[in-house]
């Protein structure tokens, strides 16, 4: 991935994830990455991402 930033182990697996459920990067703005799958969905991720948020995220999305 590109962006300029540094990814965290944290970021890189939660991208992973989102890749492995269907979600392509659409675009970068600033620090906050967006991705979206066939069907629509949108998830925005900063590239900062803790723990409590990846939680949220996987839950509210139903994430595998």
Same mark, same amino acid.
């Given at each position: 991935? =590109? /962006? &300029? %930033? !540094?990814?965290? *182990?944290? +970021?890189? @697996? +939660? ?5 492995? *459920? &269907? %979600?392509? !990067?659409? !675009? $970068?703005? &600033?620090?906050?990455? #967006?991705? =979206? @799958? =066939?069907? /629509?969905?949108? $998830?925005?991720? *900063?590239?900062? #991402? ?5 939680? !949220?995220? $996987? ?6």
């Amino acid at each position: 991935m =590109e /962006g &300029g %930033y !540094r990814m965290s *182990n944290e +970021f890189r @697996n +939660f991208t992973k994830r989102l890749v492995n *459920n &269907g %979600y392509k !990067r659409t !675009r $970068i703005r &600033g620090s906050h990455y #967006i991705f =979206e @799958n =066939e069907a /629509g969905n949108t $998830i925005v991720v *900063n590239k900062d #991402i803790n723990r409590m948020v990846k939680a !949220r995220l $996987i839950k509210e999305n139903h994430l595998v």
